[in-house]
């Protein structure tokens, strides 16, 4: 038997209101830093549910890496919460996840304008990471911060390379 993690009343609710509170985020606070372990631990299953849409083999290999990295930096947001604070959270299964509650879903339209689109979010978390790794005043917590920021900007090149295969696609 499977148990869904009880959210804090705190944090947010549901997980649109997740990925709209981390975004304004620039001093974490470790509630913050839970609810980014949650964001980034649903965001695999959420880059899956937009790989299983699309008919291009390509296009989805380079959503599940996006996915699979997504689950590594809630892994890491979850050790700087430990180096932080000395609490142990660890990213739940996606069927633990409160924010995957309602199940999963896919993240954008597999156009090339929403890929393009979701690229810009992803571009945006290195800034966000950094920020928050700027503020942290531990070096261990910001290290983790910075490698997740990085992969951020992996994450929006791949997607500007899927947009581009499906534009070639919808050429040829």
Do not use: C
């Not at 571009?123 to 790794?133: C, I, S, V």
């Amino acid at each position: 038997m499977t148990t869904t993690l009880a959210l804090d009343p705190a944090m947010p609710q549901t997980i649109g209101e997740a990925f709209a509170h981390i975004g304004k985020v620039t001093a974490p606070t470790a509630l913050d830093i839970k609810v980014m372990v949650l964001v980034e631990a649903a965001s695999k299953e959420l880059y899956r549910a937009s790989a299983a849409q699309s008919d291009n083999p390509a296009v989805a290999d380079l959503l599940v890496a996006n996915g699979d990295e997504e689950f590594l930096h809630a892994t890491r947001a979850a050790a700087a919460l430990k180096a932080l604070t000395g609490e142990e959270f660890a990213p739940p299964a996606a069927q633990n996840n409160p924010y995957l509650a309602g199940g999963a879903f896919p993240l954008a339209e597999l156009t090339p304008a929403a890929l393009r689109k979701l690229a810009d979010a992803e571009f945006a978390g290195e800034a966000l990471y950094e920020g928050w790794a700027a503020s942290i005043g531990n070096a261990e917590a910001a290290a983790l911060f910075r490698a997740n920021g990085k992969e951020e900007t992996d994450h929006g090149n791949r997607l500007l390379a899927a947009a581009a295969l499906l534009d070639s696609a919808l050429e040829g």
